[in-house]
Nanobody, 123 residues
């Protein structure tokens, strides 16, 4: 059982930066691959970034590659998403997700989900 709580969202101007955090409960955080997804108004939830159980080989959607960085601190039971050079099209609700493997991280079928945090990027 894993419970996830996102934080760090807010309003930022284009070109700015935000750092999202996802705090996980439970004693087996390191056993889960972690990911970030987002959903903009009127659009389907989409993949943003993922990281393995030990923090190696991060994977990114093409739309955020080179701008976003996913990382994790297993000692703190926390996964982060550093977002730089933000664009208005990055505006969405961002969700943290957990799964037993990277392949288990899906837009609609990950094992666990956070409640989401709003990111709004103004022009």
């Amino acid at each position: 059982q894993v419970q996830l709580v996102e934080s760090g969202g807010g309003l930022v101007q284009a070109g700015g930066s935000l750092r999202l955090s996802c705090a996980a409960s439970g004693r087996t955080f390191s056993a889960y691959a972690m990911g970030w997804f987002r959903q903009a108004p009127g659009k389907e939830r989409e993949f943003v970034a993922a990281i393995s159980r030990i923090g190696s080989n991060p994977y990114y959607a093409d739309s955020v590659k080179g701008r976003f960085t996913i990382s994790r601190d297993n000692a703190k039971n926390t996964v982060y998403l550093e977002m730089n050079s933000l664009k208005p099209e990055d505006t969405a609700v961002y969700y943290c997700a957990a799964a037993r493997s990277l392949s288990g991280l899906r837009p609609q079928s990950s094992d666990y989900w956070g409640q989401g945090t709003q990111v709004t990027v103004s022009s």
